[in-house]
């Protein structure tokens, strides 16, 4: 459980079909939690000059404005149908959508997007709004993109960094509400350094280096698999690049779970190269984890 009980899972909206799904996926998210869902529309037009209500002559429901408000009331709507039990509030917020999702993710469990809203492009893998709030949240975000599963596992990537850590807890977490087992995935090519100046040799006992990813592995996992009985762990040893199996695993799971950065990745990286990747190449959902709330108890 997070530390701030209040804190409400957030979905944006934007009128697509894509954004309809989210709100079904984070109304889900919220029953798993028991938390309120916040259904939020970011209102750009305000910042454009442009006429808000109705043209003259035409029907007083007419507007931008009542446009976003029926936006909004349809996303509630559907939110209900999937999860009658939870609390649902919405609101229409002056403001272009990354800026509107940032200060919602301040106070928020988790933020859901869909992968692209009615501004994407056909040919782009992933629209803006979710590729800049996934490197700035303050919260994870979980991105609606490929196949949506009920039966395959929750698959996370597992490097042994601090980030790391924190998207295994959350993938626990994720695995046991959805009563469904979890994939540890933890890829290797050759030693890296660890930090700055450390020195490799230049002969690697690969035996030897093998085991010892093992043991990042198995060290990895073991501690949550004793705070979580009920799920059942598939540890995953790859030799190849991370990324790749990561999206390769993905195409059965349920859901996919990465740190925003590895222990590769360069410190002034918003995001690292992997979850750069895997977020523009899943095959199923996607969780970035960059900072997850104090747990209560640990």
Same mark, same amino acid.
């Given at each position: 459980?997070?530390?701030?009980?209040?804190?409400?899972v957030?979905?944006?909206?934007?009128?697509s079909?894509?954004?309809?799904?989210?709100?079904?996926?984070a109304?889900?998210?919220?029953?798993?939690?028991?938390?309120?869902?916040?259904?939020?529309?970011?209102?750009?037009?305000?910042?454009?000059?442009?006429?808000?209500?109705?043209?003259?002559?035409?029907?007083?429901?007419?507007g931008?404005?009542?446009?976003?408000?029926?936006?909004?009331?349809?996303?509630?709507?559907?939110?209900g149908?999937?999860?009658?039990?939870?609390?649902?509030?919405?609101?229409?917020?002056?403001?272009?959508?990354?800026?509107?999702?940032?200060?919602?993710?301040?106070?928020?469990?988790?933020?859901?997007?869909?992968?692209?809203?009615?501004?994407g492009?056909?040919?782009?893998?992933?629209?803006?709004?979710?590729?800049?709030? +996934?490197?700035?949240?303050?919260?994870?975000?979980?991105?609606?993109?490929?196949?949506?599963?009920?039966?395959?596992?929750?698959?996370?990537?597992?490097?042994? +960094?601090?980030? +790391?850590?924190?998207?295994?807890?959350?993938?626990?977490?994720?695995?046991?509400?959805?009563?469904?087992?979890?994939?540890?995935?933890h890829?290797?090519?050759?030693?890296?350094?660890?930090?700055?100046?450390?020195?490799?040799?230049?002969?690697?006992?690969?035996?030897?280096?093998?085991?010892?990813?093992?043991?990042?592995?198995?060290?990895?996992?073991?501690?949550?698999?004793?705070?979580?009985?009920?799920v059942?762990?598939?540890?995953?040893?790859?030799?190849?690049?991370?990324? +790749?199996?990561?999206?390769?695993?993905?195409?059965?799971?349920?859901?996919?779970?990465?740190?925003?950065?590895?222990?590769?990745?360069?410190?002034?990286?918003?995001?690292g190269?992997?979850?750069?990747?895997?977020?523009?190449?899943?095959?199923?959902?996607?969780?970035?984890?960059?900072?997850?709330?104090?747990?209560?108890?640990?």
């Amino acid at each position: 459980m997070v530390g701030n009980a209040g804190a409400p899972v957030v979905v944006g909206v934007d009128g697509s079909e894509i954004a309809l799904h989210a709100v079904r996926a984070a109304a889900r998210e919220a029953a798993f939690r028991h938390r309120p869902l916040r259904i939020v529309h970011a209102f750009i037009w305000p910042l454009m000059n442009v006429p808000l209500g109705p043209a003259p002559g035409a029907p007083g429901d007419g507007g931008l404005r009542n446009q976003a408000e029926r936006c909004l009331a349809e996303a509630v709507a559907e939110a209900g149908k999937v999860a009658p039990e939870v609390p649902v509030t919405g609101a229409v917020i002056d403001g272009a959508a990354t800026p509107v999702l940032l200060a919602e993710a301040r106070d928020a469990a988790l933020i859901v997007l869909g992968n692209r809203g009615l501004g994407g492009f056909a040919g782009l893998l992933l629209g803006s709004v979710a590729v800049q709030v +996934s490197a700035h949240a303050d919260c994870p975000v979980l991105v609606i993109r490929g196949e949506s599963r009920a039966d395959g596992p929750v698959v996370v990537g597992v490097d042994g +960094s601090e980030l +790391s850590q924190q998207a295994v807890r959350f993938a626990f977490e994720e695995a046991a509400w959805r009563g469904s087992d979890l994939v540890a995935v933890h890829a290797w090519l050759y030693p890296t350094p660890a930090g700055p100046g450390d020195i490799l040799p230049l002969v690697y006992d690969l035996d030897a280096f093998r085991e010892a990813e093992e043991r990042t592995l198995a060290e990895a996992v073991a501690g949550w698999s004793e705070r979580y009985p009920e799920v059942t762990v598939r540890r995953r040893l790859v030799r190849g690049s991370p990324a +790749s199996a990561l999206v390769e695993e993905s195409r059965d799971a349920q859901l996919t779970v990465v740190g925003a950065r590895g222990r590769g990745a360069l410190k002034g990286l918003l995001l690292g190269s992997v979850s750069h990747t895997v977020l523009h190449h899943a095959h199923s959902p996607l969780a970035i984890v960059r900072k997850l709330r104090t747990v209560e108890g640990t």
